[in-house]
């Protein structure tokens, strides 16, 4: 018996990575899951390799009208949302003088915006299922800089100050809200990661008020 049995989850960016993994885990747990993302040949291969009540949508994250579509589909065919994993994420390289405007647009609305209507979407399906838990997959980079990708630096940032305001928020609902802070993981989003990203890099040492902050406690984290 699965620990999370009759529980119905959708993961973003679920079609490889980090977001794959992480619906891979639902499903054996139970879960039933819509693997969503743009990346549609490999969701559809995730959600037919997961079987049972899985399955896919295409999805923007940015986009209001495709959440609508999305949950609305999910609960339809699954049930009320009891899980939201928002994991759907990209990286453009630049330096503050560097990046161009739309670059830096485009990252804060798949990497923020994404996430806060994610919530604000799902937050009354949510409701209906009588409470479940939002995480939200931040980063490292949402709890010290890094030089070169400061419009995803600011982004994370800003996903874990709103991950705290949603928590206050959804909490008297029984909706518990979440984030968690990876560090590098080798997926395709950081293929291009080599050892000139990290020697460019000012890391602070360990006992320094900065370093304190990889101690978080939000990379603690119950489904």
């Known amino acids: 018996m699965g620990r999370l049995n009759e529980r119905v989850a959708i993961v973003t960016g679920g079609a490889r990575g980090i977001g794959a993994a992480v619906a891979r885990l639902l499903a054996t747990e139970g879960a039933a899951v819509t693997v969503a993302d743009v990346l ?41 949302v009891s899980v939201l994993v928002n994991n ?19 990252v804060i609305d798949v990497n923020l915006q994404g996430s806060w209507l994610g919530m604000r979407t799902t937050a009354p399906s949510l409701r209906r299922a009588g409470g479940g838990v939002i995480v939200n997959i931040s980063s490292l980079a949402g709890l010290t ?23 206050l928020e959804l909490a008297p609902d029984g909706i518990r809200v979440c984030s968690v802070h990876p560090g590098a993981v080798r997926t395709a989003m950081t293929a291009d990661f080599d ?20 101690k978080s406690s939000e990379t603690v984290v119950t489904l």
Do not use: C, M, N
Request: no cysteine; glycine share 14%; charged share 25%.
């Open 195 to 214: 050892e000139s990203f990290t020697a460019a890099q000012p890391l602070p040492r360990f006992g320094e008020p900065e370093a304190e902050d990889f």
């Open 88 to 106: 759907a994420g990209i990286l453009e390289w630049g330096t503050i003088e560097e990046q161009p405007l739309e670059s830096f647009r485009r």
């Open 145 to 167: 800089g890094y030089a070169g990708i400061g419009a995803y630096v600011a982004s994370k940032w800003g996903l874990r100050g709103l991950t705290k305001a949603a928590a």
């Open 40 to 80: 549609d040949p490999e969701g559809e291969k995730l959600a037919a390799e997961l079987g049972g009540p899985a399955r896919y949508a295409h999805l923007d994250v940015s986009a209001e009208d495709g959440w609508q579509t999305v949950v609305a589909g999910t609960e339809r065919e699954l049930g009320p």
